[in-house]
């Protein structure tokens, strides 16, 4: 029994031993290269300085530290136990540089310092609040408020600090926070259409691009979640850059393993089905692990590294080259060896794969990385995996072995041979597609960087709407002064809010944000300790000040103790100010920190800006040398504009080339263009399905389309080749291209319901085209009464 | 329409008076019969009349104004004179408004650790809230629940204890009639008369 399944798996032998030093070779280089997962390969790079600062910090600011949480499905004041759970259970984990969901409040130690500092740090402190009427007012005032309900507090700071330059300092962190308070925590006001939802925004200590600590900060807001025993109902919602960068690519792999698996059975099914044969599968596996191999080694050479995106698309994107085995098997005559069918179909089929390659011009030729990856993969995949077909699958298959096809059913059959009896229809076709482009004025474009990012449409909606309901909207301008020391940049931002400063006031600014308000520069300390008086001259005043109120003589001694000392203190520095506590260094580390090329940069964030004009004119008259104003949204308009225009480009030589291989292969430009007719023609079919779908036209859709032309070139060529033989000539070659496109439809197609933007771009624009193409290469071949018998 | 709040409270009054002579008859404790009665009000309003005593003045400040209480953690302090100012309760939310200066502060109470003991000590009372009481303080009782009692309220954490040394309770029946609290060097007392 075993020596009769050795003898008869012994033919097979080559076949199944090639496919295993395929797969161990293929799984030795992926543990070789790094496999990267940063989701910012796939933006465009840098033109400007501005461009570079946005790109800096979409990829590493301070801003991709930042989760944002909901929590709904609950009533409110479960939802805010559930909200103080959390807080306290990040807090304690040490994971976080901040956790604010409304319970936070400075420490004991922070608020020590602070107040120890105060007549430095507040933006309060100027000559007139220590003359005596600017005392006498404040004593009145602080009498008033002693009889309200605050008074246990003024007790404690009142006669220390008479002149509230603490409070005023403490107002600035309480200031920017417009988050409704409930139950003592931040919750969505108006409440959602789902129900009550309480809010919680942490920043990580880990940086945004390390992608790993994004995912445990993610699995730990879960498990605190968990742990708190939310009740049946209850849901945590998280967004943000580090839940992005760990759910994205998450849900990139989840959408490409589910795709891969979904179409290799499909794929494997019907293959069975048409060629009724397990060795099918074999034969179409070996083209498709050697194209990997190549591809894969190709970009690991290049790039040092291969995108995890990349790598699980392009394996999706070599799926096409099945149609190089279905070829070789499906064009073989009745009696002919598999060697002769190779050699006689090798000058099509070379031509199919290096026209293929050729396409793929536009995506290698593309500034973004992880485009570029793709493109690369792909183009050295499709002729090593032609080159395979050609030279080693006729040796490796037993002699003799004949596979074969099951016909086309028979209307199928006919209809196909009709078709172009039909190419008036097609023609009217693609002219109604032509007309309905030009009269919606050209595809849909895309102009919204966002929409390049590989977040799923869903998760960038609930991003949105948390951000607004936490008043942490997308930052719209960016300012940014970079200078050699901390203080210089400082200073710098200074200037900066001191010049926006009357923008605020009269309304064309909601609010602006920089370092100086929790620590200003170490001039303006010492500014501030010049106009303190001595305190002989503030004890004088300050009995003037007191003259027929009732505070006892001795009641504001440690106010002029404070004061006294404040003259000496030296100024706080950066490192004095982040090291009193977690939240003072987490509230600066977002304004200010050092770059890693050196020198420092201070960030000045205004909000609600309504005036964008006024900005520009208040920063223009600033003479400030390390000063940047990013606009965020013409910027990234700008960036993917310019990528478009590169790829457009990269369209253009893709075409030539592409032209000039055919013209070269067919031995006539006339020929090239009717062979590149049905492919042209299947562009313009998927542009007008795309617009007619209401797809958006980005980057992603452009090169797809190259890439639909380079993989069914191999249709037209073929049925051009069968074009005046007998017909049963004409139906295999016509069998060959309907399985191909099946095959390359169960790929690409299954595409299309990904619902990572990218991924679906492409599988829908190659799905559309490719069957396009295929109907209009089986229609506009020329029709056999011309035909020489 | 009108009448029927009262109603509702002339219903709820003598049913907890009933309670608190059925419960003092079986042993209870008269502190838990007392906040038993409270516990049956929903609501009530009174006018105050404040004067606190600071180290730091050489006289007493007055002030005066309207409390209201709404179950289950509703409270609301209204200063009318000198200075106008509403400081309101609800949850875990602490709002205070001065109108006249345009001041609006919203604070969770965790963040004024300075007047969270006070709140807690009138609002758990009023709520008849026992085991919220036992939390926050060691209770001392003296009197007669359905008649004039004192009820000493001292602070179980040392941090709040530090900020206030004691809260004195005294009312008669289920109404708080007055409060004065130990603060450091200074002393607060509340003098409160129910609305009829």
């Not at chain 1, 829908?764 to 109907?775: D, P, R, W, Y």
Request: with cysteine.
């Amino acid at each position: 029994m075993r020596r009769l399944l050795a003898g008869r798996l012994r033919p097979f032998l080559p076949l199944l031993a090639a496919l295993a030093l395929l797969g161990a070779a293929n799984a030795a280089l992926l543990r070789g290269a790094g496999v990267t997962t940063d989701m910012t390969d796939f933006l465009p790079p840098p033109r400007s300085a501005a461009s570079a600062l946005l790109l800096r910090e979409l990829r590493a600011g301070a801003a991709t530290t930042l989760l944002l949480a909901g929590i709904e499905g609950a009533p409110a004041p479960e939802l805010a136990r559930l909200s103080r759970a959390l807080g306290e259970a990040l807090r304690a984990s040490g994971r976080f540089a901040f956790v604010g969901n409304g319970s936070e409040a400075l420490s004991e130690a922070e608020q020590e310092f602070l107040f120890r500092h105060r007549y430095l740090l507040s933006p309060a402190v100027t000559p007139a609040l220590f003359e005596t009427p600017g005392l006498r007012a404040r004593l009145a005032a602080l009498l008033a408020e002693l009889h309200g309900a605050a008074s246990p507090l003024l007790a404690r700071l009142g006669f220390a600090d008479p002149v509230g330059a603490f409070l005023d300092l403490l107002r600035a962190w309480t200031a920017g926070s417009a988050v409704a308070l409930r139950e003592g925590v931040w919750f969505a006001e108006p409440p959602p259409a789902t129900g009550e939802r309480a809010l919680l925004i942490a920043r990580t200590a880990a940086p945004g691009l390390d992608t790993a600590a994004q995912r445990e900060a993610v699995a730990l807001l879960r498990a605190a979640f968990a742990a708190a025993r939310p009740p049946p109902g209850a849901r945590l919602l998280v967004s943000g850059p580090g839940a992005f960068a760990a759910e994205a690519a998450a849900a990139i792999r989840a959408d490409l393993d589910r795709i891969a698996t979904l179409s290799s059975a499909l794929l494997a099914a019907f293959l069975l089905w048409r060629f009724r044969s397990l060795l099918m599968l074999l034969v179409v596996a070996v083209p498709l692990s050697a194209g990997v191999l190549a591809g894969a080694a190709a970009v690991a050479a290049t790039f040092g590294t291969i995108h995890g995106a990349a790598l699980g698309f392009g394996m999706t994107m070599l799926g096409v080259t099945d149609d190089y085995p279905i070829l070789l098997v499906t064009q073989r005559r009745p009696g002919e060896a598999l060697a002769a069918t190779a050699r006689r179909i090798w000058p099509t089929l070379r031509l199919a794969a290096l026209a293929a390659a050729a396409g793929l011009t536009a995506m290698i030729l593309s500034d973004v990385r992880g485009l570029a990856q793709l493109g690369l993969f792909a183009a050295v995949g499709l002729p090593a995996s032609a080159l395979v077909t050609r030279f080693a699958l006729p040796r490796l298959l037993p002699p003799g072995t004949a596979i074969a096809v099951r016909p086309l059913p028979a209307p199928l059959a006919r209809a196909l041979l009709a078709l172009p009896r039909r190419r008036g229809a097609a023609w009217a076709l693609l002219a109604a597609a032509a007309l309905y482009l030009l009269a919606i004025g050209g595809p849909l474009r895309e102009r919204d960087l966002a929409a390049l990012s590989p977040v799923p449409e869903a998760q960038r909606a609930l991003d949105a709407e948390l951000r607004r309901q936490l008043g942490a909207p997308e930052v719209g301008v960016l300012i940014a002064v970079t200078a050699p020391s901390a203080e210089a940049a400082l200073q710098g931002a200074e200037r900066v809010g001191a010049a926006l400063a009357p923008l605020v006031a009269r309304g064309a600014l909601g609010g602006l944000d920089f370092a100086g308000r929790y620590l200003p520069s170490a001039r303006t300390q010492r500014e501030r300790q010049a106009a303190l008086p001595d305190a002989a001259t503030l004890r004088a005043r300050l009995a003037e000040a007191a003259a027929g109120l009732p505070f006892r003589p001795a009641a504001f001694d440690r106010f002029l103790a404070d004061v006294a000392a404040s003259r000496t203190l030296a100024p706080v520095t950066p490192a004095d100010f982040a090291g009193a506590g977690p939240l003072l260094a987490a509230r600066l580390g977002a304004l200010l920190a050092p770059l890693p090329e050196g020198g420092w940069r201070a960030l000045v964030v205004p909000s609600d800006l309504r005036d964008a004009e006024a900005l520009r004119a208040a920063l223009a008259s600033l003479y400030e040398p390390g000063l940047l104003v990013v606009e965020v949204r013409p910027e990234t308009q700008a960036l993917v504009e310019a990528a478009t225009a590169r790829a457009l480009l990269g369209c253009g030589v893709g075409t030539a080339l592409v032209l000039g291989l055919l013209a070269f292969g067919l031995r006539g430009l006339g020929r090239a263009l009717l062979t590149a007719a049905p492919l042209a023609g299947g562009v313009l079919l998927a542009l007008a399905a795309l617009a007619l779908l209401g797809e958006r036209f980005s980057l992603f859709h452009l090169v797809s389309l190259l890439l639909l032309a380079g993989v069914g070139m191999d249709y037209p060529l073929f049925l051009a080749r069968s074009a005046g033989e007998p017909v049963e000539e004409r139906l295999r070659a016509l069998g060959s291209v309907v399985h191909c496109t099946l095959t390359t439809l169960l790929t690409f197609g299954l595409l299309a319901f990904c619902a990572t933007p990218v991924l679906r771009a492409i599988g829908l624009t190659v799905a559309i085209g490719i069957a396009g193409a295929a109907a209009l290469a089986a229609a506009l071949v020329p029709p056999p009464s011309r035909a020489p018998a | 329409m009108l009448r029927r709040p009262i109603l509702r409270r002339r219903a709820a009054l003598s049913l907890a008076a009933l309670a608190a002579a059925r419960l003092a008859r079986a042993g209870e404790e008269p502190v838990a019969a007392l906040l038993g009665a409270f516990a049956a009000i929903r609501e009530r309003r009174a006018a105050f009349a404040e004067e606190k005593e600071l180290p730091e003045l050489d006289r007493p400040l007055r002030s005066h104004g309207t409390l209201s209480w709404r179950a289950p953690d509703r409270l609301e302090k209204r200063t009318a004179a000198p200075i106008e100012e509403v400081l309101r309760i609800e949850g875990e939310t602490l709002t205070l408004e001065r109108p006249q200066q345009g001041v609006r502060q919203v604070l969770g109470l965790d963040q004024a650790p300075e007047l969270r003991p006070l709140v807690e000590a009138i609002r758990a009372t009023l709520a008849g809230d026992l085991p919220a009481l036992r939390r926050h303080f060691a209770l001392a009782f003296a009197g007669d629940p359905a008649e004039g009692w004192t009820l000493v309220l001292t602070p179980l954490s040392p941090r709040v204890l530090a900020a206030v040394q004691r809260v004195t309770l005294s009312g008669r029946g289920a109404a708080i009639l007055g409060v004065e609290s130990q603060q450091g060097g200074g002393f607060t007392r509340l003098r409160i008369e129910p609305a009829r």
